[in-house]
């Protein structure tokens, strides 16, 4: 990443020096710095957006896994309770067919 921004720093000074030719010694130097000084912003600028959407897309997979965690959770407290009423149903079931069978045999 370094070399890139050094890369953009040459050709930027290349384009540059044809379109205004320095007055001192000293602009020149100067020139370069405020050059390199602002595409380093720039690129730490894009490097901590980045970040920071990959921070909340991070989040809200986080939030989807647990929703889909509470989903199974609460799937699994629904098929627990239909199967202890299905139990339920088919014992009282038994037991009537019990008592009718005893019924028919007493």
């Not at 920071?52 to 965690?69: F, K, T, V, Y």
């Not at 079931?93 to 019990?98: D, G, P, R, T, W």
Request: aromatic share 6%; charged share 20%; with cysteine.
């Amino acid at each position: 990443m370094l070399l890139w921004v050094f890369f953009l720093v040459i050709l930027t000074l290349d384009s540059g020096s044809h379109c205004s030719p320095p007055s001192l010694p000293l602009r020149k130097p100067r020139y370069a710095d405020a050059i390199f000084t602002n595409s380093y912003r720039k690129v730490l600028g894009q490097l901590s957006a980045r970040k920071l959407l990959q921070d909340i897309m991070s989040r809200q997979q986080g939030e989807r896994n647990q929703e889909q965690g509470a989903k199974v959770r609460l799937g699994r407290q629904v098929d627990s309770v239909w199967a202890g009423q299905k139990q339920m149903a088919l014992e009282s079931i038994l037991v009537a067919l019990l008592q009718k069978h005893r019924n028919r045999q007493g």
